[in-house]
């Protein structure tokens, strides 16, 4: 957190008390991580029409929440006689169990968990770090070592969960090898009802896309933020229920970073995504960057950022950027398909967002008979021809570039790119995941010379036993025209392995 945050801690402070005193006998459940293996299988479930109230584009969801998807998958599958997923869902249920007998008898599940999992491994990088969606980490040429603890608990209206990592860094040229640990994630959570009030440090993930998001992603490190919402999709009174389910989610931030223009700014954003058929999903986000060391925030600033007025302006009082997303799932039984996009804006203009950036990706959860397969192809453009030869618009900006530590904090291919990814995954069995991927870059398209990256990688997940798990994956990255340099070539290769032990 930067050095003036105490503001931001005193409004959820008093958030969180009348929080607590509204909640009477509501019980929390934490979330569940963004490097979970859950989410991969609800995709799947949902893609072939199983899940149909829950929002998977707004994460991280709360454990309550995956074991509601999970009870209504189990639900609409006996429903429908398929059959071709039960053992994803077995998988599930084994993972939710107390989650679920929570859901079936309207009760909250309550548990203190000190050691939740631990998890150790390394990954060796021979060439330039081009690692990206690790929640910011930065890697050395060499052996990088990792482990890390998480706990997690449930106690009335409260929640939390905390994961420490400790790292070891090899030595290189310029610095020595060098060893440390961090707060890699970590809050509390209150709730009342279906909504809650979160404070701590967590990373976001906004939006329909996996290979990369428009706004908010892992690339960057997680945010010290206060965030407030609802768990679980709720229906508007009235004739406003015909919506369908809803989920709005909006949060604060400072962020620790002395390299941004005006140190430490604020960062902020809202989402509301609303299911009006089972079978489509409509999402609108927000985010903004602004404050910061030297600059002032008042009413002024505020007014600003929600009119979006002055954003044009050389002295703006921030940078803002918008995104409007759809999913539309079509269970057919020949085939299930799942389509999706996300059309953002940089700027204003006449009331909307302008000089746009696309997302779209297509998503089979099984190919044809063969459920143990799925295939996403996914595609992102941030140029988009240049925004009438407005170029370097996404993500810069030249009081708030929206980066953290130098890392994109939306799509990782960054300003002026295209990126082409296909992912093919095979399940044998449900705790076994293999899959092979290709992704095709171009950076900085407004450059004499721009990049062209090639990348070919494949890994594993495989779950030994219910406690004892298995990661691994291994990639190539080749680079043209290197750092935009006319004949320049970059190579790397790094490998990842860890293991975990689940109390």
């Given amino acids: 957190m930067g050095p003036r945050s105490g503001g931001v801690w005193s409004w959820a402070a008093v958030g969180c008390l009348a929080l607590v005193l509204s909640a009477s006998a509501a019980r929390a ?5 963004l490097d979970s293996w859950v989410y991969g299988v609800l995709d799947r479930l949902q893609a072939a029409g199983l899940v149909q109230s829950g929002s998977l584009n707004t994460r991280p969801i709360s454990r309550r929440e995956a074991a509601r998807m999970t009870v209504e998958a189990r639900r609409i599958a006996a429903e429908k006689g398929e059959r071709r997923f039960d053992r994803l869902i077995e998988h599930l249920e084994r993972e939710f169990e107390t989650e679920i ?56 209206p409260v929640s939390g969960a905390l994961r420490a990592e400790g790292r070891l860094l090899p030595a290189d040229d310029e610095e020595r090898q060098e060893s440390g640990g961090a707060l890699a994630e970590g809050y509390l959570k209150l709730n009342a009802g279906k909504w809650f009030l979160l404070a701590g440090r967590e990373p976001l993930w906004w939006g329909p ?93 505020i007014d600003s950022l929600i009119t979006g007025r002055g954003e044009n302006d050389p002295n703006s009082v921030g940078n803002q950027e918008a995104s409007l997303d759809l999913r539309l799932t079509l269970p057919l ?26 997302l779209a990706g297509v998503f089979l959860p099984r190919l044809g008979p063969w459920e143990q397969f799925d295939l996403r192809l996914e595609y992102a453009d941030t140029w988009l021809g240049g925004h009438g030869n407005n170029d370097r618009v996404w993500y810069q900006h030249g009081d708030y570039p929206m980066t953290c530590d130098g890392r994109v904090i939306g799509h990782h291919a960054g300003t002026d790119a295209r990126d082409a990814y ?55 990255v080749e680079v043209d025209n290197a750092g935009f340099v006319e004949g320049e ?7 990842s392995l860890s293991a975990g032990w689940r109390f």
Wanted: aromatic share 10%; glycine share 12%; hydrophobic share 35%.
């Fill in 422 to 476: 296909a992912e093919l995954g095979w399940s044998p069995v449900p705790e076994l995941r293999l899959w092979a991927a290709a992704d095709f870059e171009r950076h900085g398209l407004a450059e004499d010379h721009p990049e062209q990256q090639r990348e070919l990688k494949a890994g594993a997940q495989w779950w030994l036993t219910e406690r004892l798990s298995l990661e691994a994956s291994c990639s190539r």
């Fill in 209 to 301: 896309g996996r290979h990369g998001s428009l706004l908010l992603s892992t690339n960057a490190r997680p945010l010290d933020l206060v965030r407030v919402g609802n768990d679980e999709p709720v229906l508007l009174p009235w004739v406003f229920s015909r919506v369908g389910p809803l989920r709005v989610e909006s949060f604060v931030a400072r962020l620790d970073d002395e390299s941004q223009p005006f140190p430490n700014p604020y960062f902020a954003g809202a989402r509301i995504s609303v299911i009006p058929l089972p079978w489509v999903e409509l999402g609108a986000s927000r985010v903004a960057m602004f404050g910061g060391r030297g600059r002032t925030v008042d009413g002024h600033t």
């Fill in 333 to 358: 039984d020949i085939q299930p398909v799942q389509f999706y996009g996300e059309l953002g804006g940089e700027d204003m203009a006449g009331g909307f967002f302008s000089r746009e950036a696309v």
């Fill in 101 to 156: 007998a929570g859901v079936a008898d309207g009760t909250r599940s309550a548990y203190v968990k000190p050691v939740d999992e631990l998890r150790g491994g390394g990954l060796w990088l021979d060439g330039p770090d081009r690692v990206y969606n690790d929640n910011g980490r930065e890697h050395h040429e060499g052996g990088n070592g990792r482990a890390d603890v998480s706990s997690r608990f449930s106690w009335g």
């Fill in 29 to 33: 459940e934490p979330d569940v991580p």
């Fill in 489 to 495: 070539e970059s190579k790397s290769t790094w490998v």
